[in-house]
């Protein structure tokens, strides 16, 4: 290891640490020692944290550093070539890049949680959650194999159970917590079944660092080398890349397990900014990036249908929704089938870039939303906004930039635009070389993501125009509504900000993006397509339609339709065909009602029955035997008390009387003495006369 990466090595483990340690402070001195400066004292370990993973990333590019691994002995482990399994770090470009993001937006949300959690009563608790929810995320980021990535995989499902049911003494929060927990726990068990198949056939290779390659060049050499994989993979492999691919459909929330995202706006808003930015959502398409080298065609084919079931649907749900939180959840559902498609078409590297783009401006809408809850009263419901932008000019303004910058916004007829469209663009170029590659039906992977492109700045100008144009429709709220404090509404334009810079040609991600894609390409993965090929198929997507005034025409639509309320909308809606789908997507495709009925409703019928077994079964089995065991006790009582010791009595009773009769003659008074000698010599006198006349 050189000195570079020694250096790298100890900034990245430090920046990792920290939130650990400030979460251990802040649950042991916050309450009586810190008081209200315990946000304070967690946000400034987060900015140390944050500078340290800074400090790396520049210094991993700027010094052309190659990806290393650091390793600790652990667990002696039979079969591997060093006989332990490792714990420790794993340092590539995307390492770097994901540190820098996480501890970014995680300093900004801790910072932002000062204003919006003040006069909380456990307010040092949210912070330590907080703090240890971030060093979760980093852990999974620097995980060096994926034993290690798996244990900070279920600690992120832990501290996200802890944030989202933070408010446990109300209804909501206790179910949505309790749905995110269940539906990642089903997640989880793909995972272990996919990890357990790559166990069963390849032993302790499995466990091996991801160093260079590591663990998936042992898998690949197994199968006879890397372009054994490509050409004739096993069904095992498969059935292990969608296993594992199924803890991602948990974390991440694609379909079917899709459910509990938008149920955990329930949380605080500064969970919900996190959660659905830079942590939990971010961790699936993570991993599915990670395990990317041994994913086979079929694996491939699953994970891209699964990404655009969740984009198309969950596009058209945020179309419907009033809840403000609630539109950019579902816009999140959405965003995250965007990168999962991506990942199963190819485009590896642009759908991590879109991960970090939507981080940026997702963290930066929810914390605007808060801040417009907070305004007005704690109401979410978007029906009663309306002409908040003069009142909240600033949240307005960074809320209108996230807007563009989601819906992909770019210069008519060019190549140039905010941050969204980038990543977007590499997203839909994959998915145009994939929809070749397959011909036919497969044309759907890259129809989808266009239709959703047109759909995404719609739902968005909605969400604007009615909360922040037009006229206030609670005059109430409007009255009292005000800007947020500098603590709430400073987060909210730095993410702006770093939503119009994220571009490859402004900040180094065009160094992170080629290199990333060409070490998938040199590693001999089953899909991976050279920068070169995805530029081929970006240029075959560029055309007046989607890139001349589409987002600026869509952006229009939204604005046009719903400054004013929900007039011109109220009345599209009932045309039949609208009213219909508008109708099922109000109600989520009845999924929930679906789940319910046929799992919830069947798992609650289950327990019944289990319930009445164990009562009248299992329990009567038992009680019966009691009651028959009662009985001959019963029955042994009776006969120790009347025969055993009856008899024991009765010899003890006449022994007694015996006693008590000899005693009578041996009152000690000789008077007694000599009556008792003159009526024996009486009476042997008598008897010896009677035996002699006899």
Known sequence: MTQT?????????????????????????????????????????????????????????SGDVEPFTWLIPWIPVPGTDAGYLYLGLYCDHLTVGLMVMVTLISTLVHLYSIGYMDGDKRYERFFCYLSAFTFSMLGIVTANGL??????????????????GFWFEKKGPQQACKKAFVMNRIGDTGFLIGFGILFYQLGAKVLMPVADGGMFDAIAMSLGGKEGIM???????????????????????????????????EGPTPVSSIVHSATMVAAGVYLTARIYPILTPGAHLFISIIGLITLVMAAFMAMVMTDIKRVLAYSTLSQLGYMILGVGTGAYIFALFHLITHAFFKCCLFQCSGSVINAAHHEQDMTRYGGLAKKMPQTALAYGICTL????????????????????????????????????????????????????????????ALTFMGKPRDKHIHDHAHEAPWTMTVPQLVLAVMALISVPWFLPWQDLIVATQEKMVAMGTTWAPGIDELEVGIHHIHGPLLYGFTWILMLGLGIWMYKDGFGKASRIVRLPVIKQLYTWTLNKFYFDAFYDIFIVEVVKVFARICSFFDQYVVDGLVNLVAYIMRGLSDLTRWFDNRIV??????????????????????PGRIRIYVLLLLVSSV??????????MV
């Open 5 to 61: 990466q020694a250096t790298i090595r100890t900034l990245l483990v430090l920046s990792t640490v920290l939130p650990l340690a400030s979460a251990i402070v802040t649950l042991f001195f916050g309450k009586n020692t810190l008081k209200k400066n315990t946000g304070w004292f967690a946000v400034g370990v987060m900015a140390v944290s944050f500078v340290m993973s800074l400090i790396a990333a520049f210094q991993f590019v």
């Open 147 to 164: 034993m290690q990535l798996f244990v900070f995989w279920e600690l992120v499902g832990l501290t996200s159970y802890l944030l989202i």
């Open 231 to 265: 050409e004739n993979p096993p069904m095992w492999l498969t059935m292990a890349g969608i296993g594992l691919f199924f803890g991602a459909i948990g974390k991440s929330a694609q379909f079917p397990l899709h459910t509990w995202l938008p149920d955990a706006m």
């Open 405 to 464: 910058a989601i819906a992909g916004a770019s210069i008519p007829f060019s190549t140039f635009g905010i941050s969204g469209f980038y990543s977007k663009d590499g997203i839909i170029g994959g998915t145009y070389n994939y929809a070749q590659a397959l011909g036919g039906w497969g044309w759907l992977f890259f129809i989808g993501p266009i239709l959703v492109a047109y759909i995404t700045p719609f739902y968005m100008a909605r969400s604007f």
């Open 645 to 666: 010791d009856g008899l024991v009595n009765g010899a003890s009773d006449v022994v007694r009387a015996c006693g008590q009769t000899m005693r009578a003659a041996q």
């Open 683 to 692: 009476v042997a006198t008598l008897l010896t006369l009677v035996v002699t």
